[in-house]
């Protein structure tokens, strides 16, 4: 259980468009969830806390007109890059946790999506 | 505030032998804590968590981690190393700083085995 999937897995874009990636929740509800980037050979970096019905809560640091997340349902949340440079290439990952979990939970990780911008 | 600290960027062992990834950590408030593994290509994995339960925590594939807040670590340790444990380690701190939970990820070990 506690399957989290994202697609595309791998994207590759011109500059200036935008790429929408999306997380699902196979087998639980998640109220909350949560999208990171990595760059190559470095830790995770959260950017944003996405909560279902309401606006996400971006870090320090993260563009919100740029990044844009929704959270629809329950099982759902995507990240739009949107006018995408190749500075935004990266590895994106999102993560679920089940409601009720508190604060203290697991959180479940999708397999990422790799972003390349040319 | 709240910080994490993995305090060796590469670890390589022998198979079969001792492993030890080492994490030190930061918090104004009691926090959880958890150990990740990521595989090549594949998604991070939950190895262990602490969430002021038992300080020895046993986590999944012979892991298991020591929760000490006299030394503020919870280093990661396995008995005997195997090769399909390469793979990069991530320690993770999370707790409530200022009314708002926070989640923060360590830099990350890289694990080797040695044949």
């Known amino acids: 259980g506690a399957v989290v999937s994202q697609h595309p897995s791998w994207v590759i874009c011109k500059s200036g468009t935008s790429v929408k990636i999306e997380c699902r929740s196979l087998?639980?509800?998640?109220?909350?969830m949560f999208w990171y980037r990595q760059f190559p050979k470095q830790s995770l970096m959260l950017m944003a806390t996405?909560?279902?019905?309401?606006?996400?809560?971006?870090e320090q640091g993260v563009e919100k007109d740029k990044f844009l997340i929704n959270h629809a349902s329950l099982t759902l949340s995507t990240l739009t890059v949107t006018s995408a440079h190749p500075e935004d290439s990266s590895f994106y990952i999102c993560?679920?946790?089940?409601?009720?979990?508190?604060?203290?939970?697991?959180?479940?990780f999708g397999p990422g999506t790799r972003l390349t911008v040319l | 505030a709240q910080s994490v600290t993995q305090l060796d960027s590469h670890v390589s062992v022998s198979e079969g032998t001792p492993v030890l990834l080492r994490c030190n950590y930061s918090?104004?408030?009691?926090?959880?804590l958890f150990w990740y593994v990521q595989h090549p290509n594949k998604g991070l994995q939950l190895l262990l968590k602490?969430?002021?339960?038992?300080?020895l925590v046993k986590g999944i594939n012979g892991f298991e981690a020591e929760f000490k807040k006299s030394e503020t670590s919870f280093h990661l340790t396995k008995p005997s190393a195997h090769m399909s444990d390469a793979a990069e380690y991530f320690c993770?701190?999370?707790?409530?700083?200022?009314?708002?939970?926070?989640?923060?990820f360590g830099s990350g070990t890289r694990l080797s085995i040695r044949p």
């Open positions: 602490y969430t002021s339960a038992a300080t």
């Open positions: 993770v701190v999370w707790g409530v700083y200022s009314s708002a939970s926070k989640i923060i």
């Open positions: 918090s104004s408030y009691s926090p959880s």
């Open positions: 087998d639980f509800q998640a109220t909350t």
């Open positions: 996405s909560n279902e019905g309401s606006k996400a809560t971006y």
């Open positions: 993560s679920a946790s089940p409601p009720l979990a508190g604060l203290s939970d697991t959180q479940y």
